[in-house]
């Protein structure tokens, strides 16, 4: 027989640099053996029906050698699901996280700060003033993108290895993950720049627009195609993507609406 049940601990036991978690499904199951021959013989019709269940599921899972702890056996097995990057690609996508962010508030902040000047044209109706910032506004991004995306390239590794210079092989990914995330900087400046603009200009829809299709929409479209495509790097190209087809769409909206806001 077998129960699958939550289970509830509180206890404080780190593996491969995680805290334990305090809350877990969990399966359990007995075989009321009455000898060692028949326990035998359970465990491994145990074990092969789990293999079916990998196998359906399309997953590559490899047992290996266990440690029953004070309540194992001597045959205690554990199914290990391969995966491309496992913990070290999660601790990667941190890393990269972290630093993007350092590069992105220059952006932040030009959108930010650009936002209340346009916004003092447009209700003042000064026009050719408007445009002009948006002109110089455009020729700015392009130097700070370019400038940005170069600096982050060459500052992939000392900046990885702060966080994660202890592992060589998470160092190695990460590094290859930051420099591929960084091609977003070439164009996340100015979809920001587009959201905030057009905030300014009180149209609120269209700087929402360009804020949820960058963020969620094309992300999520991003992230369930690439790595179909390119396996883990398309993890790391799925920003990228996004910023690119957003800039698509903040481009439409600057051209189609350039004769309302002169």
């Given at each position: 027989?077998?129960?699958?049940q939550?289970?509830?601990?509180?206890e404080?036991?780190p593996r491969?640099?995680l805290?334990?978690?305090?809350?877990?499904?969990?399966?359990d199951?007995y075989?009321?053996?009455?000898?060692?021959?028949g326990a035998?013989?359970s465990y491994?019709?145990m074990?092969h029906a789990y293999?079916?269940i990998?196998?359906r599921?399309?997953?590559?899972a490899?047992?290996?050698?266990?440690d029953?702890g004070?309540?194992g056996d001597s045959?205690t097995?554990e199914?290990?699901?391969?995966?491309?990057a496992?913990e070290?690609g999660?601790?990667?996508y941190?890393?990269m996280m972290y630093?993007?962010?350092?590069?992105?508030?220059v952006?932040?902040?030009?959108?930010?700060?650009?936002a209340?000047?346009?916004?003092?044209?447009?209700?003042?109706?000064?026009?050719?003033?408007l445009?002009?910032?948006?002109?110089?506004s455009?020729?700015?991004l392009?130097?700070t993108s370019a400038?940005?995306t170069?600096l982050?390239?060459l500052?992939?590794?000392?900046?990885?290895?702060v966080f994660?210079?202890?592992?060589?092989?998470?160092l190695a990914?990460t590094?290859?993950?930051?420099r591929?995330y960084?091609l977003?900087?070439?164009?996340?400046?100015?979809?920001?720049?587009?959201s905030?603009?057009?905030?300014?200009l009180n149209?609120?829809?269209?700087?929402?627009?360009?804020?949820?299709l960058?963020?969620f929409?094309?992300?999520?479209?991003?992230?369930?195609?690439l790595?179909?495509?390119?396996?883990?790097?398309?993890i790391w190209?799925?920003v990228?993507?996004?910023?690119l087809?957003?800039?698509?769409?903040?481009a439409?909206?600057?051209?189609?609406?350039?004769?309302?806001?002169?």
């Amino acid at each position: 027989i077998y129960q699958i049940q939550w289970k509830f601990r509180d206890e404080t036991r780190p593996r491969f640099g995680l805290m334990r978690s305090k809350e877990f499904l969990m399966k359990d199951a007995y075989s009321f053996d009455t000898d060692a021959e028949g326990a035998d013989k359970s465990y491994w019709n145990m074990y092969h029906a789990y293999e079916r269940i990998y196998a359906r599921c399309g997953l590559k899972a490899v047992p290996v050698q266990a440690d029953g702890g004070d309540m194992g056996d001597s045959m205690t097995h554990e199914f290990h699901a391969l995966a491309d990057a496992g913990e070290d690609g999660i601790a990667a996508y941190g890393v990269m996280m972290y630093v993007s962010f350092v590069f992105i508030a220059v952006f932040i902040g030009y959108a930010i700060g650009s936002a209340p000047i346009a916004g003092f044209h447009y209700g003042a109706r000064n026009r050719p003033e408007l445009k002009n910032l948006l002109r110089k506004s455009l020729v700015i991004l392009v130097v700070t993108s370019a400038g940005i995306t170069a600096l982050s390239l060459l500052s992939a590794v000392p900046l990885s290895r702060v966080f994660v210079g202890y592992d060589p092989d998470l160092l190695a990914l990460t590094v290859r993950a930051f420099r591929l995330y960084a091609l977003s900087f070439l164009v996340v400046g100015f979809n920001l720049f587009g959201s905030g603009f057009f905030t300014a200009l009180n149209n609120g829809p269209v700087s929402a627009a360009i804020s949820f299709l960058r963020t969620f929409v094309f992300q999520i479209a991003a992230v369930l195609a690439l790595p179909l495509l390119l396996d883990t790097d398309g993890i790391w190209l799925a920003v990228p993507l996004s910023e690119l087809l957003c800039l698509g769409v903040t481009a439409a909206f600057l051209v189609g609406l350039r004769k309302k806001y002169g």
